[in-house]
């Protein structure tokens, strides 16, 4: 069984039960067994935690299309199992459906044995293309609301205000993944040279509009990376910066 899906489990499973934020569950558990996951591990129950939070509502939807049996019936180890599960299928590209399937259902043998033939059935079923079939809803809230895993009353309430475009719009950006922005310290290093440093940290990076900004993704505890504690880049809003320039330029 892959501890990094098992340890994904538990935390939400403990987001679920204790209605908790999950991420101080999150950095709860990476901080407690940190020696035994690796880099890898860490970004793989990371992006399992917050895919699957984020995208919850659209995922009960599918499950309950295949479950015969009631969500809200259904014990909390077996049904965050099934998410974890349909979150990959669905979500995430890189890992084969096998792969999804077969360690949920190694999950369900430790945690809920009785329910392991449930699992698989249920699973097994779901494929990429029932999410793409929440597009053909033909009623407006109820569409946005499951393809974009929001609440409908908050969809409803959202058109009152703005257009269906608009409101789309709103719900498909509220579940990007946030970028982190920096502001390279250009008094203690070149950004050319800062930027040689990311890539031997292989940390991903995106060119901004303004010149010593940078967008750098997939980086956990940006804090405890030695390029921040030599103090070479500050996080930043680019924002701050746009109104930083104007204030200078207006000066001038």
Not at 121 to 126: E, M, P, S, V
Not at 211 to 219: A, F, R
Not at 232 to 249: E, M, P, S, Y
Request: hydrophobic letters at 40%; glycine letters at 2%; a positive charge.
């Amino acid at each position: 069984m892959d501890f990094a899906r098992e340890i994904a489990l538990k935390v939400l499973y403990k987001i679920d039960v204790e209605k908790a934020y999950s991420n101080i569950v999150l950095d709860e558990y990476l901080n407690n067994y940190r020696q035994k996951l690796n880099k890898k591990d860490i970004n793989l129950i990371s992006e399992i935690v917050y895919g699957t939070v984020t995208w919850k509502l659209t995922i009960d939807t599918i499950l309950q299309k295949y479950s015969k049996i009631k969500l809200k019936k259904i014990s909390n180890w077996v049904l965050n199992i099934l998410r974890i599960g349909a979150y990959q299928i669905l979500f995430l590209d890189k890992i084969p459906k096998s792969a999804a399937v077969n360690e949920s259902v190694k999950l369900t043998k430790k945690y809920a044995y009785k329910s392991t033939s449930f699992v698989n059935a249920i699973l097994r079923k779901i494929e990429k293309k029932d999410y793409e079939a929440l597009s053909l809803i033909e009623n407006i809230e109820e569409k946005i609301s499951k393809v974009y895993s929001m609440p409908e009353w908050l969809v409803e309430e959202l058109l009152k205000e703005y257009s269906v475009e608009e409101v789309e719009n709103i719900c498909r950006y509220s579940n990007e993944k946030p970028k982190t922005t920096i502001r390279v310290n250009l008094l203690k290093i070149s950004k050319e040279n800062f930027i040689k440093k990311l890539e031997e940290l292989k940390l991903e990076y995106e060119e901004t509009e303004l010149e010593n900004y940078l967008h750098i993704k997939n980086v956990k505890n940006i804090g405890e990376l030695d390029i921040f504690r030599e103090g070479l880049f500050t996080v930043q809003d680019i924002g701050a910066g746009k109104i930083r320039i104007n204030a200078c330029t207006k000066r001038r």
